[in-house]
């Protein structure tokens, strides 16, 4: 079995097939074969995707009801309240496809300081009589955009987002469209998922 961390660069598409012909994928960074995302980072998203070919791993880490936790560092207009990060614990209503849902109980927090991350290429516009602040959310969830959708539901909008966790498996050291392998002990507790997942739910 393959299991690799992929920091995945801005405007690259989260798979290995080409669609339009300028348009990048995966493919133009992972030259592995048979290996696949688990679960999906929006092209205008940027960070930490798992690759592999294990399937059974990837219905484990997809399925809500296991309730893996993924972090993120979203970078929003506006300085947040305590009542809009309240918000977003205790869960956002949003508007679904064919209803509307709430959100799961979420952490949140401001990050102050601001992290020190790679530079994005484009970079994000800024508005010079609007400040910016940085927020990481921790979900147990993974529903389309949705944390471009709850932060702009309590007001701050989204200007860059960076998943920078799957359960405890991270980002660090990894530069944009930079790959590895996952370490022995990482791989150790992605395999103890596998063999217990009723019994390490929530724990990975």
């Known amino acids: 079995m393959k299991y690799i961390l992929l920091n995945k660069p801005y405007e690259v598409v989260c798979q290995f ?31 930490l995707v798992l690759l592999t070919d294990d399937g059974q791993l990837q219905h484990m880490l997809t399925d809500p009801s296991f309730g893996h936790a993924k972090t993120y560092w979203a970078q929003v207009e506006g300085l947040p309240t305590p009542e809009a990060l309240d918000t977003l614990r205790n869960g956002v209503l949003l508007k ?51 944390v471009r959708r709850m932060t702009a539901k309590v007001g701050f909008p989204t200007l860059r987002l960076v998943r920078t966790a799957i359960g405890d498996l991270r980002v660090d050291g990894l530069q944009p469209g930079e790959w590895r392998d996952l370490k022995a002990s990482e791989l150790a507790r992605v395999l103890r998922l596998k063999e217990s997942p009723l019994r390490v739910r929530r724990t990975l």
């Open 96 to 146: 679904g496809f064919k209803t509307k849902y709430r959100t799961r109980p979420a952490k949140a927090r401001v990050m102050d300081p601001a992290p020190e991350l790679w530079e994005r290429n484009p970079p994000i516009r800024f508005r010079a009589k609007i400040p910016t602040a940085w927020i990481e959310i921790e979900l147990q969830e993974g529903r389309n955009r949705q």
């Open 17 to 47: 097939s080409k669609g339009e012909e300028a348009e990048r994928t995966l493919a133009d960074f992972v030259p592995v074969p048979d290996v696949y995302p688990v679960g999906r980072l929006d092209a205008d998203s940027e960070g």
